[in-house]
């Protein structure tokens, strides 16, 4: 499945990287369903590479797929310079959280009203 909205940064850095960054945007990154790899249904991967972006004359490209973190050297096809592994989770959309929130919210107003409406008719 195509990522719509992938926003990080690294830890010392204030360089945001998304989706766009992607050096095969618009068709990448993806993610896929881990299955295969762990035999759990509910975890995802993510396939995503890209370039240095604060400094792009550092000759670095980078790339995620699954947990594998792997910095090569853009001027030496295939030199891995750093491997490692990282960690991530799908959060929901806000949109989607903020639905939930208001129907629960509603929800409870509406039984307080009608928990009050029983002790005014009694």
């Not at 945007?25 to 995802?44: E, M």
């Not at 240095?52 to 891995?80: G, L």
């Not at 592994?85 to 929901?92: A, M, Q």
Request: aromatic content about 16%; proline content about 5%.
């Amino acid at each position: 499945m195509l990522v719509k909205s992938l926003f990080f940064q690294f830890d010392g850095d204030s360089t945001v990287y998304t989706e766009q960054d992607d050096l095969n945007y618009p068709d990448f990154p993806i993610v896929f369903s881990t299955t295969y790899l762990t035999g759990q249904t509910s975890s995802v991967g993510l396939d995503y590479t890209f370039d240095h972006k604060a400094n792009p004359s550092s000759y670095r490209s980078y790339e995620i797929v699954d947990e594998d973190f792997t910095i090569f050297s853009s001027t030496y096809p295939n030199t891995e310079i750093f491997s490692g592994k990282v960690y991530y989770e799908k959060v929901p959309e806000p949109t989607t959280l903020g639905g939930t929130l208001f129907a629960c919210g509603l929800g409870w107003i509406l039984k307080r009203k009608a928990t009050s409406m029983k002790k005014v008719k009694v």
